[in-house]
């Protein structure tokens, strides 16, 4: 799982209770049909953030964005941005621009015509757009390639020209949808940098759609998790992977293991659930959880991969299950392990590999013994 780059000091508005959110959306709804693509939506974003909107196809994430933009007339509701009712707005009368996934250049146009074009149609004198344009540029690191048409790049090239040209108008919200959808995939890591070091730079507003979870991780101050037109979770990167609410978030941020049970008891003073599992040696899991917990309570229990230690004989431990390897994935800097108990269930592992080995570590069919804390399990009631 990726983690995030932010490289200046965390941006954490949202915990401040005076600040004021720069772009409020306001119980939005939006329907073709008997569809809800957008279900009563609220959310507050901050000036400066670099929020995520992830969710799979359907979920709602791209109607969102584009309701923002002015595209969509949603059936109700407002969006605010810096204070001011833009909900009836044409596109081209709100502070926001736009970034296309497929960058939508003029191919006929140098990449200083692509960039000043906006400009152009805003009326600005010829000097002040040769200035701003030169400006662009050397913020996207191309300032000797404005000659050049978007042909002549290569795709991360043509990624910034397009950044660059929504960046021009000097726009208080900047739009990004799937803006790295496009590259491959050691294009797409370094440019993600590029992307959170220029928005850094700049300090406007980023609200950027993605279905890539580990590029909203890596990338964003804050994410927005949606399903079926719905926000389920909002949080940070790692809120969102160490503490996820609901079943569908554990699910959808990164691997998983799900343990279904019933609370057996829940001892409130040291905040930890006795919950029964056939999967765990003793038939009951531990886990932190400090809402008390009726007796009886049907619950889903989330331990990530990496949270489970792996051993040659029985451990001394909270939680403890033992089966034979029934799957190996080697992906270079860690190896995934599937596990089977002798109730059927089969527990993900993750190994990092920190001495060098042509071989996994373990072979298919040994026994092995896991073991995990009861800190490192999630309770989840929905």
């Excluded at 109607?63 to 833009?86: H, K, M, N, S, Y």
Aim: charged share 25%; hydrophobic share 45%; glycine share 8%.
């Amino acid at each position: 799982m990726a983690l995030a780059i932010r490289s200046a000091a965390p941006l954490e508005p949202w915990k401040d209770p005076a600040a004021q959110p720069f772009l409020r959306i306001e119980g939005i709804t939006k329907t073709f049909g008997k569809l809800y693509a957008c279900d009563d939506i609220s959310l507050d974003v901050y000036r400066g953030e670099f929020f995520a909107l992830l969710g799979g196809s359907g979920s709602g994430k791209s109607t969102l964005l584009r309701i923002l933009a002015g595209l969509e007339t949603p059936d109700r509701g407002r969006v605010l941005i810096d204070g001011v009712d833009v909900t009836a707005l044409p596109p081209y009368q709100r502070p926001v621009n736009m970034m296309f996934q497929s960058y939508a250049l003029f191919p006929h146009m140098s990449v200083a015509q692509n960039i000043a074009f906006g400009l152009k149609q805003d009326g600005l004198g010829a000097g002040e757009i040769r200035d701003r344009v030169q400006q662009m540029l050397e913020l996207v690191q191309m300032p000797q390639l404005g000659a050049r048409r978007p042909a002549q790049l290569s795709g991360g090239q043509r990624q910034r020209v397009a950044l660059a040209r929504a960046l021009a108008k000097q726009p208080k919200l900047l739009l990004l949808d799937e803006p790295l959808g496009a590259l491959d995939k050691r294009l797409r890591e370094r440019t993600q940098f590029e992307l959170v070091n220029i928005q850094e730079r700049v300090g406007t507003t980023f609200v950027m759609v993605t279905h890539d979870q580990e590029e909203a991780m890596t990338m964003s101050s804050r994410i927005a998790v949606m399903d079926a037109g719905r926000i389920v979770q909002v949080s940070t990167p790692a809120a969102l992977y160490e503490y996820p609410s609901t079943r569908f978030v554990a699910e959808f941020i990164g691997g998983i293991n799900l343990f279904e049970g019933r609370v057996l008891a829940h001892d409130a003073d040291a905040r930890v659930a006795r919950i029964a599992c056939d999967a765990v040696d003793g038939g009951a899991l531990l886990a932190r959880h400090a809402d008390p917990l009726p007796e009886g309570t049907a619950v889903s229990v989330a331990v990530r991969p990496e949270k489970i230690d792996v051993h040659e004989s029985r451990p001394q431990a909270d939680n403890v299950a033992v089966g034979k390897v029934r799957d190996i994935a080697y992906l270079g800097d860690v190896s995934i392990y599937h596990v089977e108990t002798e109730s059927g269930a089969v527990i993900r592992v993750q190994e990092t590999h920190v001495e060098r080995s042509s071989e996994p570590h373990y072979d298919w069919g040994e026994t092995l013994w896991l073991s995990w804390p009861a800190s490192g399990a999630v309770v989840l009631t929905a």
